[in-house]
Nanobody
Framework: QVQLVESGGGLVQPGGSLRLSCVASGSFASINVMGWYRQAPGKQRELVATIASGGSTNYADSVKGRFTISRDNAKNTVYLQMNSLRPEDTAVYYC???????????????WGQGTQVTVSS
């Protein structure tokens, strides 16, 4: 079974930066789209950014120009560089990956356990 493990969350002041990492481990054929989502207290989980295996990216309007998603396919890792953080970025950030297994074209969605990001002075 695949595991996604996030790291890099924490407490940061407004205007600061954090870098999140998410490593996929286990036995699988390929990782397709990887992404970051977030969920603030009392709100629904929302898309932050995604990146395809070829490198094309997609961002929520609220983070464009401040956040950058990247991936290292050799390390099965996706990153989220977050700059110019705002209090409204406070949330639990979840990693997601669409994964294929040997012998099947079907993609399965996997989630990490989440990492807390708090932006506060």
């Amino acid at each position: 079974q695949v595991q996604l493990v996030e790291s890099g969350g924490g407490l940061v002041q407004p205007g600061g930066s954090l870098r999140l990492s998410c490593v996929a481990s286990g036995s699988f054929a390929s990782i397709n789209v990887m992404g970051w989502y977030r969920q603030a207290p009392g709100k629904q989980r929302e898309l932050v950014a995604t990146i395809a295996s070829g490198g094309s990216t997609n961002y929520a309007d609220s983070v464009k120009g401040r956040f950058t998603i990247s991936r290292d396919n050799a390390k099965n890792t996706v990153y989220l560089q977050m700059n110019s953080l705002r209090p409204e970025d406070t949330a639990v950030y979840y990693c997601n990956a669409a994964i294929s297994y040997p012998g099947s074209l079907r993609q399965y969605s996997h989630w990490g356990q989440g990492t807390q990001v708090t932006v506060s002075s």
